[in-house]
């Protein structure tokens, strides 16, 4: 008995390392799925669709109803003023596609991925590059490339911050703290007391937010 015992469990220890190592994957996409937008031109046109933001990439996928509900990725981002997603409002031709968190103050967000493996297999052995078919969309007002997003694995997500109208670019909660020096400990206490996780855009909105009210 007190063999099995032992060896029920060495067994038991071999396996707890392998359960350790499975990680839960990763989306790549900012969206559980393709989602209603509107998609604002600067030539005052305005597309609706089922768009979704790949963030190893920073492109924004749609769905074209028009040509087979092939899946597209928007061109000519520099042609587009804005991208609504509900009330989510994104920049798309700004640093690579930033969400707009407030207004007063300007703050934004840069979506990121840390990425494992850069490749992609496609049917019959072959490989793609994506955008390499380029075509006109029936519903856009813009060039779109006939794609597929290609299959990076996420290793994390991460989110840079811009502040002001300067644009500050923020990368960790100590750049943040130095930003607004002079309220470092006011907040630091704020960031203590509402366990205020750097890459949660949301407590970051709401901690910029509290920053800018202690320097009116």
């Known amino acids: 008995m007190r063999k099995l015992l032992l060896c029920l469990s060495l067994m038991c220890g071999l396996a707890m390392p392998a359960l350790a190592q499975e990680e839960e994957s990763i989306s790549p996409f900012l969206f559980e799925d ?5 998609v604002f031109f600067k030539n005052n046109a305005q597309v609706k669709g089922k768009l979704n933001f790949y963030i190893p990439t920073g492109e924004y996928f749609f769905i074209d109803t028009a040509d087979g509900n092939q899946i597209k990725s928007l061109g000519d981002l520099d042609q587009i003023n804005m991208i609504r997603f509900g009330k989510r409002i994104f920049l798309p031709s700004h640093k690579g596609g930033v969400e707009v968190l407030s207004a007063d103050p300007l703050f934004y ?4 991925a840390v990425i494992r493996d850069q490749g992609r297999t496609v049917g019959f052995g072959g490989t793609s590059s994506l955008g390499s078919v380029k075509s006109y969309s029936s519903n ?14 996420v290793g994390h997500l991460y989110n840079i911050y811009y502040i ?9 909660m100590k750049q943040f703290l130095k930003f607004y ?9 704020y960031i203590d007391e509402n366990d205020i996780k750097f890459d949660n855009a949301l407590q970051m909105m709401q901690l910029v937010q509290y920053a800018h009210s202690l320097t009116k």
Do not use: C, N, R
Not at 140 to 153: C, H, Q, R, T
Not at 181 to 189: F, G, I, M, P, V
């Open 164 to 172: 002001g109208k300067k644009q500050k670019e923020i990368t960790s």
């Open 109 to 112: 967000v840069q979506y990121k």
């Open 181 to 189: 020096s002079d309220h470092k400990e006011a907040l630091e206490k």
């Open 140 to 153: 856009s007002a813009g060039d779109a490339y006939v794609s597929d997003p290609l299959k990076f694995e």
């Open 34 to 38: 393709y989602t209603d937008a509107i």
